[in-house]
């Protein structure tokens, strides 16, 4: 999930600055207290920043310098509380950080209205791009009026909580949600899959007046600064006007829409060949709940159901080679330290051994969802994760901790450019090195694999990274466009779960198992909604991880196929990466990409380039079949 820049939610509610970044790839979730934290009304937080800076370049300047420091000091602040609440969930901890996260959101709205104030002003260009990100840095912006910060903060806390100890009834006992994902990746009975898939989102209808409650507000706080609603916020902080990010993004999935609907029609062709006609057709929407994933937005867990016909067993399977080779949870973190080292980059701090969560604690309730924290803007980087030895987790260890490289990277930059150049990257420097970390080559060079298997497992090693990278691709777009829409009041609280349905049709082809409850609120049981994360991150982070790619493999002068390529130990490649990594949000975005890639901006091709040998295997394997889901 990822993650930079998020405000008054509960997992990491830092806008500005580093504060922590999760995977959208999550299996785990505490279970926790049934209380809901309250706050009284805050004190204003203490802060030096004035309220009367002139209106000049030399006020702006002064205004940015104080607004600098104290977010520092702020921020790591707020950061140690959620990093509190997040490894202990009790009502305190929850109490102290809706407390905190109010008071920050307080600080962040008086700095982003001063900010607008210096909109006409000519001023330096570095000091006009930290006035910008001063005004768009917030996620969910409170308006400016007493009490606003700290509802909107008691609403955020306790969205998250509801989600982080959610259980739902199955088969007699109370289930978590990572023991029902455990369960449903496993799961080959229609029946089963269906009930956990309906028992989840049980625990969100509850949340739906929460949620439409925190839109007016943050929507209140975002006309406030001037924006239309809180989407045209978000669609705001990419170096571009909001309306041309939304037209680049669909310019990007119109680019990638075909593989897709040819790997849907595949999967479905194939879950028709397993299930029957009754449960699956081979025509029309794929039901979700049949492919592996609690959200259908990885469908790798079903491999086994659509694996080619004849020569789809792989050789190797890496869970099963990391406990051979005895691995733990913290070999497995060292592992991706390891990459990273190996690319030049410095080893993690004593510090990151000694303070990370890297797996589930016994003695009490913690949120699983895995993420990785810089808590001081400097040298304090940890990751929190309920690591498992396994094939998804040794990924996500390598993701996590690009993440923590990132946020290490930039920490001399000023305080407001110590972010990733936007929020795609910072997801996506993880999964360029997860995507070395994924291939036989790789797993070779480590000694998890004694020989690197032939071409005759590139159909089955592509169509396995496709189940996971091309099947999220719609889901990363429509997270968004479905909140843009209820940011706009285009989608009012009584059509949320219907406007969802639609949309999940609209973009994956998929609907539910059955027909929807009325008071169902099926986005609320996916993390990032009541977590308040901006979703098309992943999204951009799914197209931009294959550009790096293919600069870093051409930088390393490798002619082979593009997929079977790693980076690893390579530091000329390391060299470049880190500089780029080290510009931080000091520049715009297009400069970073263009520093490492050479690219001037996205370009989806190089997710052609890297899958092409199965796209054209997918178009073989289709003939016959009726693609696209419009028709039932």
Not at 82 to 103: C, G, H, P, V, Y
Not at 376 to 393: L, Q, S
Not at 609 to 627: I, K, M, S, T
Request: glycine letters at 8%.
């Amino acid at each position: 999930m990822k993650r930079q820049m998020m405000t008054a939610v509960a997992v990491c509610a830092l806008a500005f600055a580093a504060g922590c970044a999760s995977t959208p790839k999550t299996k785990a979730r505490a279970a926790g207290p049934e209380q809901t934290a309250s706050t009284t009304t805050p004190a204003p937080a203490a802060t030096g920043i004035k309220a009367d800076y002139p209106i000049t370049a030399e006020g702006a300047t002064a205004f940015v310098a104080d607004a600098e420091t104290q977010w520092a000091a702020t921020s790591e602040y707020v950061a140690r509380i959620q990093w509190a609440r997040a490894t202990n969930i009790t009502f305190d901890t929850m109490w102290l950080e809706s407390k905190a996260n109010a008071e920050a959101t307080e600080l962040q709205v008086r700095m982003a209205n001063q900010a607008a104030r210096f909109n006409a002003v000519q001023v330096d260009p570095v000091v006009r791009r930290k006035l910008d990100l001063l005004r768009l840095g917030l996620v969910l912006p409170a308006p400016n009026r007493p009490g606003a910060a700290d509802e909107l903060a008691q609403l955020t806390t306790r969205l998250d909580s509801t989600y982080s100890t959610g259980k739902f009834d199955f088969k007699g006992r109370k289930i978590t949600l990572d023991e029902a994902s455990l369960i449903l990746a496993d799961s080959r009975d229609p029946e089963e899959t269906k009930a956990l898939y309906e028992g989840w989102r049980t625990i969100s209808p509850v949340m739906r007046d929460d949620y439409a409650r925190m839109v007016e507000i943050a929507n209140e706080g975002s006309r406030e600064l001037g924006f239309a609603d809180t989407g045209a916020l978000w669609r705001s902080g990419y170096d571009m006007p909001a309306d041309d990010f939304a037209a680049e993004t669909d310019r990007l999935w119109a680019q990638v829409k075909p593989f897709y609907e040819n790997l849907h029609c595949y999967v479905r062709a194939r879950l028709n060949a397993r299930y029957g006609d009754a449960v699956q057709p081979d025509h029309g929407p794929i039901r979700a709940d049949l492919l592996g994933n609690m959200w259908s937005q990885q469908w790798g867990n079903i491999y086994d159901v659509v694996a080619p016909a004849s020569g789809g067993a792989s050789s190797y399977d890496l869970t099963q080679l990391l406990k051979a080779a005895d691995y733990d949870a913290t070999k497995m973190v060292r592992t991706g330290e390891g990459f990273y080292v190996s690319l030049g980059l410095d080893p993690l701090p004593q510090t990151f051994w000694e303070r990370s969560q890297i797996t589930r604690p016994l003695d009490r309730e913690v949120v699983c969802h895995a993420s990785a924290w810089d808590l001081d803007n400097a040298d304090d980087i940890r990751i929190k994760m309920c690591t498992n030895v396994n094939g998804d987790d040794f990924y996500t260890v390598h993701h996590e901790l690009g993440h923590n490289y990132y946020q290490r990277a930039y920490k001399n930059q000023p305080m407001l450019f110590r972010n990733g150049a936007n929020d795609g990257f910072h997801e996506a420097i993880g999964d360029f090195v997860g995507l070395s970390a994924l291939t036989p080559t790789y797993l070779n060079q480590i000694g998890l694999l004694k020989t690197t298997p032939g071409a005759e497992e590139d159909i089955p090693f592509l169509l396995k990274m496709a189940l996971d990278k091309i099947a999220f691709l719609p889901f990363g777009l429509m997270v968004d466009r479905w909140r843009w829409d209820v940011f706009s009041g285009q989608t009012a609280p009584a059509a949320y779960n219907a406007a969802w349905t639609a949309d999940m049709l609209q973009y994956q082809g998929l609907i539910p198992p059955g027909p929807r409850p009325a008071n169902a609120f099926d986005p609320g049981a996916k993390y990032h909604v009541p977590g308040n994360t901006p979703y098309t991150r992943y999204f951009l982070a799914a197209i931009y991880q294959f550009q790096f790619q293919r600069a870093a493999c051409k930088q390393a002068g490798w002619t082979g196929p593009l997929h079977r390529c790693s980076v690893y130990g390579n530091k000329e490649v390391g060299a470049r990466f880190n500089a780029m990594l080290q510009m931080g949000q000091s520049r715009p975005w297009q400069e970073a990409m263009k520093a490492f890639t050479g690219d001037d901006g996205n370009d989806a091709s190089a997710i052609a380039d890297y899958f092409a040998p199965l796209n054209v295997w997918l178009e073989q394997q289709n003939r016959g079949h009726q693609c696209g889901w419009s028709a039932a």
